[in-house]
């Protein structure tokens, strides 16, 4: 390969930059700033990345519960980057215990759990500060179905539960 001419100055192009070849660029050096927004940017290269908060036990839920909801049906393949949980509403009595699970059927499999271990809270966690789940799996396939289970624990309703289910699809 010849030796590349190398340039130290900025240079403003007024006109039309043709390669004879694609260029060699260094990762992360073209941002949203230098796209422009009507630019034909093929699909399989973005990554859309979402987050969906559920409020998953609602002010009176009873004791010694379990709770299902679906949190989201994926539409292609991508990844889990992450769960929490949190209390919202009322902390439980010094007894009352919640486990929150993050679940994944694969196909119309059964419901099988993506967590390392159900996050717990209980009268030791603060009010609106979020546990973080330590993810066992993270692989997500178009029609996955993802679901949160919390099992209240307690002698008395649980009020307010949220969670925050943190993922990216990419479509092609």
Request: proline share 3%; hydrophobic share 45%; glycine share 8%.
């Amino acid at each position: 390969m010849a030796t590349p001419d190398v340039h130290y100055a900025d240079h403003v192009f007024n006109g039309t930059v043709s390669f004879g070849a694609p260029p060699n660029l260094p990762a992360g050096c073209i941002g949203d700033a230098e796209i422009e927004s009507g630019a034909q940017i093929d699909a399989s290269k973005l990554n859309t990345h979402r987050t969906e908060t559920k409020e998953i036990a609602a002010i009176n839920v009873e004791p010694t519960s379990t709770q299902y909801l679906v949190l989201h049906m994926a539409q292609a393949a991508g990844g889990v980057v992450g769960f929490t949980a949190a209390i919202t509403g009322v902390l439980p009595a010094t007894t009352g215990v919640c486990t929150v699970n993050l679940y994944k059927s694969t196909a119309g499999s059964t419901f099988a759990s993506v967590l390392s271990a159900a996050i717990l809270l209980d009268s030791a966690d603060s009010l609106l500060v979020a546990n973080t789940g330590t993810l066992s799996a993270t692989t997500m396939a178009s029609g996955d179905i993802f679901a949160v289970k919390a099992t209240v624990a307690t002698t008395s309703a649980l009020r307010g539960v949220s969670c925050a289910f943190k993922y990216y699809e990419r479509y092609v």
